[in-house]
């Protein structure tokens, strides 16, 4: 997807040039007058299924970084790929069956560009964390859905 920035006149939900279509959506006014929307470039006239596939392949796409990359707790970046989403919950219920006594168990938070390993000292800590993380994913899902619900499709059947 690519971003343009321009006046509202400029904005199409679907425009043919030289033999390929462009397909705009999500317009965003900004605070000078101008609008912003993205775009995509495509080959064959697209159908509306195809139009809502790309769209929710790439708000999918979004959602998915926002959850890996965007998760702060206690001042520190956490990397929530699956792997470590999984690893993070084994841990969990490993603490949680063994009645902490596992604890403390070590994570690599980011500090700026500095890893730091973090240790986590108590059950109630570690509860923190994960409910922190799980309202982050959630928020994050929530947010994509609603950006889809959003959309308003019907501009690209005529």
């Excluded at 929530?80 to 993070?88: G, K, P, T, V, W």
């Amino acid at each position: 997807m690519n971003f343009v920035t321009d006046n509202i006149d400029k904005y199409t939900p679907i425009k043919k040039v030289n033999g390929k279509y462009i397909v705009s959506w999500g317009l965003t006014k900004n605070n000078n007058d101008t609008y912003t929307w993205k775009y995509y470039i495509t080959d064959k006239k697209p159908t509306p299924e195809t139009i809502k596939e790309e769209i929710n392949t790439y708000i999918n796409e979004n959602v998915k970084k926002s959850i890996i990359n965007d998760f702060t707790w206690n001042g520190m970046k956490v990397n929530l790929s699956i792997e470590n989403q999984i690893d993070y919950k084994l841990l969990f219920d490993i603490t949680l069956l063994q009645d902490g006594t596992n604890l403390p168990e070590v994570i690599k938070l980011k500090q700026g560009k500095e890893t730091v390993h973090y240790s986590i000292e108590s059950i109630e800590e570690f509860k923190d964390f994960m409910l922190n993380m799980n309202r982050h994913i959630r928020e994050c899902l929530k947010q994509g859905r609603e950006l889809k619900e959003s959309i308003d499709y019907s501009e690209y059947i005529k």
